[in-house]
């Protein structure tokens, strides 16, 4: 026999169905043959039993495991792994009868198949430069070296997260596109001294008709800050968040965004022409009824914006 292959090890993955693995690795003796089991948690520990090593008339050889009980779950992994006993089997004695193949076997093969599993377990240790000479670093070094490889996937995974969290922002800051959005124009204006998105919506309607239910809302803070509750104006309550189409009617030019959406409501915030946020007050006399005979007017000084916007809700399906 030679040893051709130079595999000494396979993994297998558990399926919930299969008993019986082929091992396609040649050994000196089956009692070479090894099992090591690793749960779904990677957990791992040897096979002392509950195995059986099968050999065909053709000199393929398989591994059943488990001989009994249920089969290797999903998640699981099996390896299956030869370990020759690093011992010297052979005793030619001067003078006596030569055997060919069993210098072969138990001569050659066997030292092969050790240097095999050597390199192996060499493949999978840390290992310097060629050209770093004779001395190797201590271990303070390794773990030095280890160290920095870490900090590295370690900023990779903060980056990762950091663009994670703009994406999730940007998705924020823009309304879903809705079929009623045709038309509109996305702008980027500078609020507050930072670069935001504004949907403006063109027409005098956008999402009026049926499917609709139509509100004027007065903005009634300076701030400019305007809250819908939907059970405050007697919309029906919707399943989730939705994108109201809003329309602002005012003598003066403004500009908003939505800050926030839920299945309750939502939050606009207004700005002026020249992107502060808020709305204009002006002064106002409101009068009451005039009293005839001496010709007195009642009313209250107040004050406000000219500022409404006309939203369009969707109502929800039936």
């Known amino acids: ?65 488990p001989v009994t009980g249920e089969p290797l779950p999903g998640g699981a992994k099996l390896t299956i792994y030869r370990q020759t006993p690093q011992t010297q089997i052979l005793d030619l004695i001067y003078g006596g009868a030569f055997a060919p193949e069993v210098l072969e076997r138990d001569g050659f093969d066997r030292l092969v198949m050790m240097i095999q ?72 204006m500078r609020i507050e001294g930072k670069a935001q998105y504004v949907l403006m919506r063109g027409g005098s309607g956008g999402g009026s008709g049926a499917g609709f239910a139509e509100y004027s809302i007065p903005a009634r803070e300076a701030s400019g800050l305007v809250s819908v509750v939907l059970a405050d104006i007697g919309h029906p309550a919707m399943l989730g968040p939705f994108n109201p189409v809003i329309n602002i009617i005012s003598l003066k030019p403004y500009t908003f ?41 009642f009313g209250a000084a107040g004050s406000g914006s000219d500022v409404e916007l006309a939203v369009s809700i969707p109502l929800p399906p039936q």
Do not use: C
Request: zero cysteines.
């Open 117 to 188: 599993e050597m390199n192996e377990e060499i493949e999978r240790a840390i290992k310097i430069a060629i050209d770093a000479g004779s001395v190797a670093p201590s271990i303070e070094e390794v773990y030095a070296v280890i160290g920095e490889q870490l900090a590295r996937v370690e900023a990779a995974a903060a980056a990762t997260e950091a663009a994670l969290l703009q994406a999730k922002t940007l998705l924020s800051l823009i309304p879903v596109p809705q079929d009623r959005d045709v038309g509109s124009t996305l702008y980027v």
């Open 1 to 65: 026999m030679s040893v051709e292959n130079t595999t000494t090890k396979v993994i297998y993955n558990g399926n919930g169905m299969t008993t019986e693995w082929p091992v396609p690795f040649s050994y000196s003796k089956p009692d070479h043959i090894f099992l090591l089991l690793t749960d779904a948690k990677g957990v791992s520990h040897d096979v002392p039993s509950n195995y059986r090593v099968n050999v065909t008339e053709a000199g393929d050889t398989s591994v059943t495991y």
């Open 257 to 297: 965004v939505i800050r926030s959406r839920s299945a309750e409501g939502f939050t606009v915030q207004l700005y002026k022409a020249d992107g502060t946020p808020g709305v204009e007050f002006a002064e106002f006399i409101e009068f009451g009824r005039a009293e005839f005979g001496d010709g007195t007017e």
